[in-house]
Nanobody
């Protein structure tokens, strides 16, 4: 399984970006895709998770501003980011794997994209 993330860039505070992540390979056992972000020196944190059945979870810090979605036909997941803030600056990673429902807790091995940089200027 390979994941290709794209869509990062530099944007002013209040602006928007849309991240994309396309998966290829054998993903029949996968039931969830998600986005994480990481600031240098800090742990990677979950931003949003979306299951095949449509269950979603967004981090409190992005609720109302970010929306995760997917295109099952394209094996792709997206992250629409609106009202961006400087504190959203990070490298964003997509993740593919299996989650336990209803908690949406990741279980077992997972696949990661290469990361895409998002920089929000004040």
């Amino acid at each position: 399984v390979q994941l290709q993330a794209s869509g990062g860039g530099l944007v002013q505070a209040g602006g928007s970006l849309r991240l994309s992540c396309a998966a290829s390979g054998s993903i029949f056992s996968i039931n969830a895709m998600g986005w994480y972000r990481q600031i240098p020196g800090k742990q990677r944190e979950v931003v949003a998770v979306l299951t095949k059945s449509g269950d979603t979870k967004h981090a409190d810090s992005v609720k109302g501003r970010f929306t995760i979605s997917r295109d099952n036909a394209k094996n792709a997941v997206y992250l629409q980011m609106n009202s961006l803030k400087p504190e959203d600056t990070a490298v964003y990673y997509c993740k593919l794997g299996v989650v336990r429902t209803p908690s949406l807790t990741w279980v077992g091995p997972a696949y990661w994209g290469q990361g895409t940089q998002v920089t929000v200027s004040s």
